[in-house]
């Protein structure tokens, strides 16, 4: 029977639950709270019904830890047990700063049990219309981002479901905001894309500001030509022509590339984790793939593996790298970030010196540009897809969208000239 206990404004209710297997009894506790606007009589009945409530679910199995448990203690229990195992270390650092910084604060003091739809749609609204504070100004966060909230809550509650902690996931009855879908990707036509690399191979110069000499004259500004290195052309190109992610160009090695037959092996990612750069498997089957290159870029790779080389033995015992195609000074892994600071450099000194600038895109716009010039090509969307490592060809229809729409209106002209013409024939 139920041990009924009061504790302060509360009562404690307590039922055995069998024995450990130390032999030791197994105590369940649950908390009630009487409701001020009844009266001692409903109070009473009600504490009744709750301890006969509590002890039926402890004794027929029914009853579950969520009951007790907050998603703020869950919450770490689910990074441990289940984020740890089953996730990318990229992913976990998100989770994190997601539940640290947006969730926790809003539902973290809540038991399991305790979730309701409607505190859900309250944190998503409340996402969407308040949002986050920016150089003093309010914003809201995009649905992508509410989204992304939502995928995690689900995540960790549904896993909750089938630890048996609580036996539905609120998620299940929530909408998170509808994200819109872009109606294009940035990236470069085609002839910003020639006009981008042959800035590669454009000299540029530097003004140097006349420094104050020992005696407090000004010694005169003076100017350096210089070039893009060598190993950024090949970034910049392989990221054009092999339409290859940031990590996975970071992560290239030499064995990679494959002159005879003029591909380039991506089997690796480079990522930024709180611990540093890290170096792993691809998180997909699909990404895991071989590019063929055009025969002009596999030259430029060549050039720049002999450029390499020279360099290495220069360096002597100063080489700290390893077999790694983009490296830092010592011969070590390039900076994962380092080539989107030389992208926007490239393309600043770009629009410095021409009228008809270049559009600010990123580093990935060069993924895009890839797959939309092989699109406009008529490239069919299968290749597409295999080339750009997607594991769906849904996926490469989605974010091509628009420049499968542009295909479609000139598969349609083409139709209708053909028809054309051969009406003119006949007359």
């Given at each position: 029977?139920?041990?009924?206990?009061?504790?302060?404004?509360?009562?404690?209710?307590?039922?055995?639950?069998?024995?450990?297997?130390?032999?030791?009894?197994?105590?369940?506790?649950?908390?009630?709270?009487?409701?001020?606007?009844?009266?001692?009589?409903?109070?009473?009945?009600?504490?009744?019904?709750?301890?006969?409530?509590?002890?039926?679910?402890?004794?027929?199995?029914?009853?579950?830890?969520?009951?007790?448990?907050?998603?703020?203690?869950?919450?770490?229990?689910?990074?441990?047990?289940?984020?740890?195992?089953?996730?990318?270390?990229?992913?976990?650092?998100?989770?994190?700063?997601?539940?640290?910084?947006?969730?926790?604060?809003?539902?973290?003091?809540?038991?399991?049990?305790?979730?309701?739809?409607?505190?859900?749609?309250?944190?998503?609204?409340?996402?969407?219309?308040?949002?986050?504070?920016?150089?003093?100004?309010?914003?809201?966060?995009?649905?992508?981002?509410?989204?992304?909230?939502?995928?995690?809550?689900?995540?960790?509650?549904?896993?909750?479901?089938?630890?048996?902690?609580?036996?539905?996931?609120?998620?299940?009855?929530?909408?998170?905001?509808?994200?819109?879908?872009?109606?294009?990707?940035?990236?470069?036509?085609?002839?910003?894309?020639k006009a981008f690399l042959n800035q590669l191979d454009t000299p540029y110069t530097v003004a140097h500001w006349g420094r104050t000499k020992k005696d407090g004259s000004e010694s005169r500004k003076h100017y350096e030509e210089k070039e893009i290195p060598l190993q950024f052309k090949v970034l910049f190109h392989l990221a054009v022509f092999g339409g290859f992610r940031r990590g996975e160009l970071a992560a290239l090695t030499w064995d990679d590339i494959d002159f005879q037959n003029l591909t380039v092996t991506i089997n690796k990612a480079s990522a930024r984790t709180k611990d540093g750069i890290i170096t792993k498997a691809p998180k997909t089957f699909s990404s895991n793939r071989t590019v063929t290159l055009p025969a002009s870029t596999m030259k430029l790779i060549q050039k720049y593996?002999?450029?390499?080389?020279?360099?290495?033995?220069?360096?002597?015992?100063?080489?700290?790298?390893?077999?790694?195609?983009?490296?830092?000074?010592?011969?070590?892994?390039?900076?994962?970030?380092?080539?989107?600071?030389?992208?926007?450099?490239?393309?600043?000194?770009?629009?410095?010196?021409?009228?008809?600038?270049?559009?600010?895109?990123?580093?990935?716009?060069?993924?895009?540009?890839?797959?939309?010039?092989?699109?406009?090509?008529?490239?069919?969307?299968?290749?597409?897809?295999?080339?750009?490592?997607?594991?769906?060809?849904?996926?490469?229809?989605?974010?091509?969208?628009?420049?499968?729409?542009?295909?479609?209106?000139?598969?349609?002209?083409?139709?209708?000239?053909?028809?054309?013409?051969?009406?003119?024939?006949?007359?």
């Open positions: 029977m139920a041990s009924i206990r009061k504790r302060g404004k509360s009562y404690q209710i307590t039922v055995s639950n069998g024995r450990d297997i130390h032999d030791r009894q197994i105590l369940e506790t649950a908390t009630w709270t009487p409701d001020p606007s009844k009266t001692e009589k409903q109070n009473q009945k009600a504490l009744d019904r709750f301890a006969m409530d509590f002890e039926d679910k402890v004794k027929s199995g029914k009853y579950l830890k969520g009951e007790k448990m907050t998603y703020k203690e869950y919450s770490a229990l689910w990074l441990s047990e289940y984020a740890e195992k089953q996730m990318e270390r990229t992913s976990i650092e998100r989770c994190e700063n997601s539940l640290n910084n947006i969730i926790l604060p809003a539902i973290g003091h809540l038991r399991l049990s305790e979730i309701q739809p409607l505190h859900l749609t309250r944190l998503y609204s409340g996402l969407a219309e308040h949002g986050y504070t920016k150089n003093g100004k309010q914003k809201p966060y995009s649905a992508r981002t509410i989204k992304r909230i939502h995928q995690i809550i689900s995540s960790s509650l549904n896993t909750a479901v089938y630890w048996q902690l609580i036996e539905s996931s609120p998620c299940q009855r929530v909408k998170p905001p509808k994200v819109e879908k872009q109606a294009d990707v940035k990236h470069f036509t085609l002839e910003q894309a593996k002999a450029e390499q080389q020279r360099y290495r033995l220069s360096l002597g015992t100063y080489w700290k790298g390893s077999n790694y195609l983009f490296i830092q000074d010592d011969g070590k892994q390039m900076d994962i970030s380092t080539p989107n600071k030389v992208f926007k450099k490239v393309i600043r000194i770009y629009n410095e010196t021409h009228e008809d600038k270049l559009p600010e895109i990123t580093l990935h716009g060069l993924r895009h540009t890839s797959a939309t010039l092989l699109i406009a090509q008529n490239v069919d969307i299968k290749t597409v897809s295999n080339r750009l490592g997607h594991s769906e060809t849904s996926t490469t229809m989605d974010i091509y969208a628009h420049a499968l729409q542009k295909q479609d209106e000139l598969a349609a002209e083409s139709l209708g000239e053909l028809f054309a013409t051969k009406k003119q024939k006949k007359c």
